[in-house]
């Protein structure tokens, strides 16, 4: 039996329309508050894993830290994650801390418990990342040591993080995420910091800024609003909600394939250009699906690529150059690249990656906005295409010169 749901394009229209007005609510109402005003957003990128979400949590963990609260905020911290792990004022927290077989980006140590938090905004897991914490971890206290793979969104590691851990169904590693534990835990710290106006302030624009990240900066009428717009046009929703990811996609492909040409043209016939596995469109959607640019006089393990992590459809893409140390001394690569401003501000520890930097975030809604205005869109090609062009400019010469 086949059941015929049918509507008009005035149901769709009215649909958006609802939507459209209830975000513009609540944009006037973040503006009103004063939310668009961040201090960690005008001093880093919101993203920035390294200099900002994993600096400051570590100083929140860390007893000795600038907040001057002691172990509460590290005692809270295990807490609501409901994970044991002994926490005193001499707890020792360090963060991007040099282990003998892994960097962990925040590690905490009392007295013969250790602590790897590995800590994920956009990045890509590095191969067999997570393995070599537990190795190192499992080595010096198999029953005590502690394993946490913190996202956005609390996700599972890739199988590439996943390579040589263990088989069996016992849990390795704990899952937690920015959208609940973590907030949870910065609201419970903001409630004990509530007599020191400086850090309560700075915790609630650090709070702010991970809602951003997760997409919570709704409110509850907000929230009601759109479920009640969309109860009462389910079908026109279910419509709408299926053909997002056609759209996202195509308009991605799009973008990579007019992305291409332009860095084609820029380029000129003394440099390649690849996708690697698939085509231009794929780019899209493909996990770990580059856009790979040589010189003719490099050797054909470095490139300079464009690759999403995993996707460029629905997460962050990044640049950069790609070595494989296997045929090529790591040593080398970065001797030759030492006095090029690019590597010397983005080197990498990743196992391919020399040297990266974030490029785009189709998986911000506001980032693919971009791509359905003309203007807009033209004017992201552009600013790409600088980028990408003037590392492959800055680094042509000094890695010419591994062929010879």
């Not at 939507?19 to 920035?48: G, M, P, Q, Y």
């Not at 084609?264 to 790979?292: P, Q, R």
Request: overall charge negative; aromatic content about 8%; charged content about 25%.
């Amino acid at each position: 039996m086949t059941t015929n749901l049918t509507f008009d394009r005035n149901s769709v229209n009215h649909l958006l329309s609802q939507v459209t007005r209830i975000k513009a609510a609540n944009d006037r109402i973040t503006k009103l508050k004063k939310e668009n005003f961040n201090i960690f957003s005008l001093l880093r990128k919101d993203h920035d894993e390294v200099y900002l979400h994993s600096a400051f949590i570590k100083d929140l963990l860390n007893p000795r830290g600038t907040h001057e609260m002691g172990s509460v905020f590290a005692s809270l911290f295990f807490e609501v994650i409901q994970i044991q792990f002994p926490v005193s004022d001499q707890t020792s927290v360090e963060a991007e801390k040099i282990l003998p077989q892994c960097r962990a980006d925040i590690y905490l140590q009392s007295g013969q418990r250790e602590c790897i938090i590995e800590n994920k905004i956009y990045a890509a897991d590095q191969e067999n990342q997570l393995g070599r914490n537990r190795d190192y971890l499992h080595a010096r206290d198999p029953e005590g040591s502690v394993l946490i793979y913190l996202t956005l969104d609390g996700r599972e590691s890739t199988d590439v993080s996943e390579a040589g851990a263990p088989t069996d169904q016992t849990p390795w590693y704990h899952q937690i995420s920015y959208r609940e534990h973590l907030l949870r835990w910065l609201l419970r710290c903001q409630e004990k910091a509530v007599d020191h106006p400086p850090l309560r302030e700075t915790l609630k624009q650090y709070i702010f800024l991970v809602k951003k990240l997760t997409g919570k900066l709704t409110n509850d009428e907000m929230i009601e609003e759109l479920n009640a717009a969309i109860r009462n046009n389910f079908v026109v929703a279910d419509l709408v909600s299926k053909q997002i990811a056609t759209v996202r996609v195509k308009a991605v492909a799009d973008f990579f394939e007019d992305l291409s040409a332009a860095l084609t043209e820029k380029l000129g016939n003394m440099w390649t250009m690849n996708v690697y596995g698939h085509g231009n469109a794929d780019m899209a959607s493909k996990k770990w699906t580059s856009l790979a640019m040589a010189h003719r006089a490099w050797p054909p393990e470095v490139k300079v690529e464009v690759q999403g992590q995993s996707t460029s459809v629905a997460d962050q893409t990044v640049y950069g150059i790609i070595g494989n140390r296997n045929q090529i001394s790591r040593n080398i690569l970065e001797d030759r690249l030492a006095e090029v401003p690019f590597f010397k501000q983005n080197r990498s520890t990743n196992e391919w990656w020399v040297c990266k930097d974030n490029l785009f975030n189709f998986g911000n809604p506001e980032e693919m906005t971009k791509l359905f205005d003309p203007a807009l869109r033209a004017r992201l090609i552009s600013n790409v295409v600088e980028k990408v062009v003037n590392l492959c400019n800055d680094s042509q010469q000094p890695l010419s010169s591994l062929s010879s």
